[in-house]
């Protein structure tokens, strides 16, 4: 049975840097790409119309949804990485213990 905690602990641990680090960035390109989708769709003056701003505002939510799930699942294979390495030294050093 694997242990799932130092993968839940790397999760936690890239969620918490993507809101230090990665959370402008993402609303930022997220709404560019909205405003491109949204010039594609409507035309290139784009106007202040309600269906423009709804897919500016999509385009945001997607751009957080999809950089916080990349540092979710990056900093859970780290943790459970980190989490393996550590299960792996740590049965050696108690047999070594056992010997003395």
Do not use: D, H, Q
């Amino acid at each position: 049975m694997t242990n799932k905690v130092p993968a839940l602990i790397g999760a936690g641990i890239g969620l918490a840097l993507f809101l230090a680090v990665a959370m402008l960035p993402s609303l930022l390109y997220g709404g560019y790409a909205g405003v491109l989708l949204a010039s594609g769709i409507f035309g290139a003056p784009v106007g202040a119309t309600l269906a423009v701003r709804a897919l500016i505002v999509f385009g945001m939510v997607l751009g957080v949804v999809a950089v916080a799930s990349l540092f979710a699942v990056a900093g859970a294979a780290a943790g459970a990485a980190v989490g393996a390495l550590l299960r792996v030294t740590t049965p050696a050093k108690k047999a070594a213990r056992e010997k003395a």
